[in-house]
């Protein structure tokens, strides 16, 4: 569309500026190549062992673009590259008062201030909390002081509002807070959670549906149905026979849904949409289903029961318990509903769920603040379509209106607040709060929520104005696990839309893991879309290769009790077999920890075994070692027993992570409690993506030995994702003929005196799971065992014997001792 002139000149100016970014890139190799000569002191002997900052750190640090982004991979040097990036700055002359370093956590912070200090005497750089710079600029608005509402001021209000509920005091909360308890467990399946309308449809014919009264009922509405009649005292029958229908070879025995005795009433529930057609996962078709419904209406027709119809396009619109309510009414239902005590003590395991319940109420408050969405904004959003979050959300809705209102009583200001008020404050005089600082270093970037981000723009800009602080992000998009809190890893992915252009770094050489360990998480997150690609590798030669338990022959109660028992057991037999060996250099991490059954069983399995531990919030000592309270304290000194988030930034030589299946509390895990906070969420929270860096994470804490336990037929898509690098140990039940290498930790239960003269050793194996016979064969120089002691097992093949499964140790086959005879006494 250009003129011929116009065309020529865009093509000149278009040379010179790929000339003009050639000699950029050349003047910015030379510059760093030139820094990080000019600094080979500072960068080298970093430690007693005299070790050295790799290249690619000191490539980081000295990179000194307008916008600065380490993508610094697990175990990489992360903290290194924050402490020497302002070293490095002092040194080239910046005032340390004009340096700012915000960290995700406080112990970040400390340990960053002490590493400045001990290594290179600065004390006067500003290392502190996002919270807490937050609070220095929104102070500086006011003329009073500011004072800080406690995590606890939430939990505690959130006590008073169930309390009040309960004593009649908040009618509204208690409403809604009891529509919630109703529909607690019921699932809300969405044709967009599922890839494919098939899968959809395949997933609700399957479905099935248990009521408050342990039955289990054909569909969501039904379900609705028996529960409406269970908590407002009404007695029932599901699907009894009709005897007084006429019979018909082609329709069998008539049975209606609900039979109401006391009344001798009926109710059936008709499966058909506003259009009169039924869904597409019925066996019936809608002409067929048609005419069933006229049948059984003539049944009634021609009798004097008395029938009450409802229908699925009533349930889909949230109707159903009103039009339910006003037909049974006018039947002559009396409906006394029972009141919250009642209905909790008969129908509601209320106890085991309080805490969870709370827990996902302070998190609705404070995504609600995050995202600055107001109580009537949070009305508007919910749909009664979907009833547990529907009624949880004007619980919600009405917590966040008593917590305000508790602020502004109060005067005080919570950290969302903070955030909030300090960008306001730089908003309204920008110039102001960027002359403060010639430098802005952010830690753990993937984890910044995106109100945060907005702080740190208001105070950098998004352009390449030369008067704004210099911005130096250091993180891992690998490691982004805390959506639910508002962080988005887009915002580090895509760091240029939000920030401009950046000079971008990366770190990969690990000095923490493994090497099989990193291979399996450069395959496990290679699955992800969503990503910088990068591969990381292992700085030693130093290798141990993960190890997969598997679980079977439990029940899901003898499972959970398995899981403490096996974890309790890996840690005991580490610490038995090197004497150097301490409880703190172990950790057992599980996807959940409030609200699951394994981080309690764990702790409760160590304190069997007088095996220390230190929780989120609990420690436990065994007598002789100093306690919580005692002088010699060490919160360190017990074996770590966390969620895989509370572990994020720690490492261990032992890691265990239990319950690595598919379904609720596993990795993948069903997302309960993160349904109930979408509604105050504007980003997509616990993805597939964002499970699968949890993984990753829980993997890279590993120093040496990595443990995955799982349960036969549950197995995580994950693990599949990695099992080229995993060896196998399963149960004892578990093993199928027909396995080659396999392994196993079990008891040599019995050892047979008469043997073949081809037999080197044959007996018995056993662990909780069962038995199973074995055999060895003298010429194939297996492993000699002993009866009566443990051992872990590889290398072994799995054979038949009179149609039953039975282990075959060969030349390949090994036999680590665990336990001996004497010590299983």
């Known amino acids: 569309m250009l003129a011929e002139t116009d065309r020529q000149r865009l093509a000149d100016l278009e040379s010179t500026l790929d000339t003009l970014a050639e000699l950029l890139g050349d003047y910015n190799d030379e510059f760093i190549d030139r820094q990080c000569a000019k600094y080979d002191d500072l960068f080298s002997e970093i430690d007693e062992d005299g070790n050295d900052l790799n290249r690619a750190q000191r490539e980081a640090v000295v990179t000194n673009d307008i916008r600065n982004l380490v993508v610094a991979a697990a175990g990489t040097g992360k903290t290194l590259a924050l402490t020497y990036r302002v070293a490095y700055l002092v040194a080239e002359g910046v005032d340390p008062n004009r340096i700012a370093a915000l960290t995700f956590t406080r112990q970040a912070a400390r340990e960053m201030e002490l590493r400045l200090q001990n290594q290179f005497g600065i004390e006067q750089a500003d290392v502190r909390t996002i919270h807490s710079f937050a609070y220095e600029i929104a102070q500086q608005t006011t003329e009073h002081q500011l004072d800080v509402a406690d995590s606890q001021d939430l939990n505690n209000l959130i006590d008073d509002v169930i309390r009040e509920a309960e004593d009649g005091q908040r009618e509204q909360f208690l409403e809604h807070y009891t529509q919630f308890l109703f529909h607690y467990d019921h699932t809300h399946l969405e044709e967009t959670d599922f890839d494919s309308r098939t899968e959809y449809v395949a997933e609700r014919r399957e479905e099935s549906y248990e009521t408050l009264a342990g039955e289990t009922v054909a569909s969501r509405a039904e379900r609705v149905i028996a529960d409406f009649l269970f908590t407002h005292d009404v007695t029932y029958q599901y699907e009894a026979v009709a005897a007084w229908t006429d019979s018909a070879d082609d329709k069998g025995e008539y049975r209606p849904d609900f039979y109401l005795p006391e009344y001798d009433l009926y109710i059936e529930h008709w499966g058909l949409d506003e259009n009169g057609e039924v869904a597409p996962w019925f066996s019936w078709s809608t002409d067929q289903y048609h005419e069933k419904l006229l049948w059984a209406r003539k049944q009634f027709t021609d009798s004097d029961k008395t029938l009450v119809e409802t229908y699925e396009f009533e349930y889909e619109a949230g109707r159903l318990e009103a039009a339910l309510r006003h037909r049974l009414t006018h039947a002559g239902v009396e409906l006394s509903r029972l009141d919250f005590a009642e209905f909790v003590d008969r129908a509601f395991e209320y ?33 009664p379509t979907n009833a547990r979050q529907f009624h949880f959300g004007h619980c919600g809705a009405l917590v966040l209106e008593a917590y305000n209102a508790y602020l502004d009583r109060a005067g005080l200001v919570d950290f969302d607040d903070m955030i909030n008020d300090a960008i306001a404050a730089i908003r309204a005089e920008p110039e102001s709060y960027r002359a403060q600082y010639d430098h802005l270093l952010v830690d753990e970037f993937q984890d910044v929520s995106k109100h945060q981000l907005e702080l740190i723009r208001a105070l950098t800009g998004d352009d390449d104005r030369q008067d704004t602080p210099r911005l130096f992000c250091v993180g891992d998009d690998w490691q982004s696990i805390y959506s639910f809190q508002g962080a988005d890893v887009d915002q580090f992915i895509s760091f240029e839309e939000y920030f401009g252009p950046a000079a971008e770094t990366h770190l990969t050489e690990n000095y923490r893991n493994p090497e099989t360990v990193l291979e399996a998480g450069n395959d496990l997150i290679a699955s992800n879309d969503h990503q910088i690609s990068k591969t990381v590798r292992a700085a030693t030669e130093h290798d141990c290769k993960p190890t997969l338990h598997v679980l079977d022959g439990y029940t899901q109660n003898a499972y959970e009790r398995r899981v403490g028992e096996y974890a309790a057991e890996l840690v005991e037999q580490r610490i038995e077999e090197s004497a150097n060996t301490e409880p703190g250099e172990a950790m057992v991490l599980c996807r959940y920890d409030s609200g699951a059954p394994f981080i309690d069983r764990v702790k409760a399995e160590f304190e069997r075994r007088n095996i220390p531990y230190d929780g989120k919030d609990d420690h436990y000592r065994p007598e002789g070692m100093p306690d919580e309270y005692d002088p010699g304290f060490d919160p360190d000194a017990g074996v770590a027993v966390y969620s ?36 105050v969420q504007d980003l997509e929270t616990a993805t597939i993506e964002e499970e699968r860096r949890l993984f990753y994470v829980a993997l890279t804490r590993a120093k040496s030995k990595v443990h995955v336990l799982t349960r036969k037929g549950q197995w995580s898509p994950f693990i599949d994702e990695i099992r080229p690098y995993l060896t196998v140990t399963q149960s004892v039940a578990s093993l199928d003929s027909g396995g080659d290498g396999e392994s196993i930790t079990a008891k040599v239960r019995l050892l047979w005196d008469d043997l073949h003269e081809t037999q080197h050793q044959a007996g018995i194996l056993e662990d909780k799971s069962g038995t199973i016979r074995f055999v060895s064969w003298d010429n194939e120089s297996p492993p000699t065992v002993e009866e009566g002691s443990w051992y872990r097992f590889e290398n072994i093949e799995v054979d038949e014997f009179n149609g039953d499964p039975q282990i075959q140790f060969g030349g390949e086959s090994t036999a680590t001792k665990l336990y001996s005879a004497e010590q299983t006494r």
């Open 351 to 383: 106890n085991e769920k309080e805490r969870d319940i709370k827990k996902s109420l302070a998190s609705f408050v404070h995504n609600a603040k995050t995202f600055r969405i107001d109580a009537s904004e949070v009305r508007v959003r919910l749909s």
């Open 644 to 679: 895989v988030h509370q572990a994020k930034g720690r490492e261990a030589e032992q890691v265990i992570v239990v319950n690595v299946v598919s379904g609720m509390y596993g990795l993948p895990a069903e997302h309960r409690e993160n349904s109930l906070v979408a509604p």
